[in-house]
Nanobody
Framework: QVQLVESGGGLVQPGGSLRLSCAAS????????MGWYRQAPGKQRELVAD???????NYADSVKGRFTISRDNAKNTVYLQMNSLKPEDTAVYYC?????????WGQGTQVTVSS
């Protein structure tokens, strides 16, 4: 069964850190581009960061220098380290796997940045 399961979301104060994890199963993880997207209330889903099979990475301007995406092909897991969090980072964060015409989405994990 093709599946992505996110974890690590929660409530954090501004300036704090969180690490999201996304465990994949049911497909050849290493060849997929893995991405993190987020969707805030009333807004469209947007790309936060992605990492290709070559380990090249891409970040949204709003998170550059604060977030780091990484992958562990041995564990079929992709991570998003989020530092210096801001209230505007509050959203549901979704894991995505993409390869040619194949797309897989996780169920999402809530990240709330608030004092």
């Amino acid at each position: 069964q093709v599946q992505l399961v996110e974890s690590g979301g929660g409530l954090v104060q501004p300036g704090g850190s969180l690490r999201l994890s996304c465990a994949a199963s049911g497909f050849t993880f290493s060849i997929y581009t893995m991405g993190w997207y987020r969707q805030a209330p009333g807004k469209q889903r947007e790309l936060v960061a992605d990492i290709r099979s070559t380990d090249s990475t891409n970040y949204a301007d709003s998170v550059k220098g604060r977030f780091t995406i990484s992958r562990d092909n041995a564990k079929n897991t992709v991570y998003l380290q989020m530092n210096s969090l801001k209230p505007e980072d509050t959203a549901v964060y979704y894991c995505n796997a993409a390869y040619k015409f194949s797309r897989v989405w996780g169920q999402g994990t809530q990240v709330t940045v608030s004092s």
